[in-house]
C-alpha cells in the first residue's frame, strides 16, 4: 500500500533500524517471487474472519507487488458491510480513510497509491499489509511508519495484519512505536495475539 521509505519517522535506534532496513530487502524480494495463486488463500481467511463485521473495515487498495484485495473489497461491499480505503497523507500523520463503493471512482494518491473519491471514514477494523512477521507479532512494514500512526490514532480498532506465508521470518526487531496486531492471516493459518 504504501511505498518503501529509507528511514524510519520513529527514529528506531539505531540497531534496530538497520536491521529492518535489512530484513526489508529481504522480505520484498520473496513477496515478489512469491506464488500469486496462493493469495486466495488469504483472501477467504479474511472473509471468514470479516463476514461478521458490522462497522467500516479499511482495506488496501494494492501495489502490483502486494496481495490483492480487491475481491474482498468487492465481497464485503456485496455483504453490506461499509469498506474504507486508506488515502496516504504527508510524511508523519496518520492514514485517511475514504468510503469506498464498487462504482466509486479512484484517484491518484502518493507513492502510486489508489484512493476513493469519497467522504471520510473511521474504521473499526483495519487491515495492514505486511512485509514481513513472526510468530511473537513482530510486524515489519515499508518504514513509512504510517500504520504505527494510524493504529495509534484508532486504539479500539481492531488490527489484522495479512501476508504469504512465505514472509514469516525466524525474529523481526521491535521498535518503541511499533503497534501490534490482534492476529496475523496468512493463506495457511491465523495466527492470533490477543
Known amino acids: 500500500m504504501v511505498a518503501p521509505h529509507t528511514s524510519s519517522p ?16 529481504q522480505c520484498l524480494a520473496a ?8 493469495d486466495r488463500g488469504i483472501i477467504q481467511h479474511l472473509e471468514h474472519l470479516l463476514h461478521a463485521a458490522t462497522g ?45 463503493q464498487p462504482e466509486s471512482t479512484m484517484l491518484a494518491g502518493r507513492f502510486g497509491t489508489q484512493y476513493p473519491d469519497g467522504p471520510l471514514m473511521e474504521p473499526r477494523l483495519v487491515l495492514v499489509p505486511l512485509l514481513g512477521f513472526d510468530r511473537t507479532g513482530n510486524r515489519l512494514g515499508y518504514g513509512g511508519g504510517y500504520y504505527d500512526r494510524t493504529l495509534a490514532a484508532l486504539p479500539h480498532a481492531t488490527s489484522i495484519g495479512y501476508a504469504p506465508s512465505t514472509q514469516e521470518v525466524a525474529h523481526l526487531p521491535r521498535g518503541p512505536h511499533d503497534q501490534p496486531l490482534s492476529c496475523i492471516v496468512t493463506e495457511k493459518e491465523v495466527i492470533r495475539f490477543d
Open 56 to 100: 467500516p473495515v479499511a482495506c488496501v487498495w494494492p501495489l502490483p507487488h502486494e496481495v490483492d484485495l480487491r475481491p474482498l473489497c468487492h465481497a464485503l461491499a456485496r455483504a453490506g458491510i461499509p469498506v474504507a480505503l486508506p488515502e496516504t497523507p504527508p510524511r508523519g500523520t496518520p492514514l485517511i480513510f475514504r468510503q469506498w
Open 31 to 38: 513477496l515478489k517471487a512469491r506464488n500469486v495463486l496462493h
Open 10 to 25: 520513529y527514529n528506531d535506534p539505531p540497531d534496530i533500524a538497520e536491521r529492518k532496513k535489512s530484513l526489508r530487502v
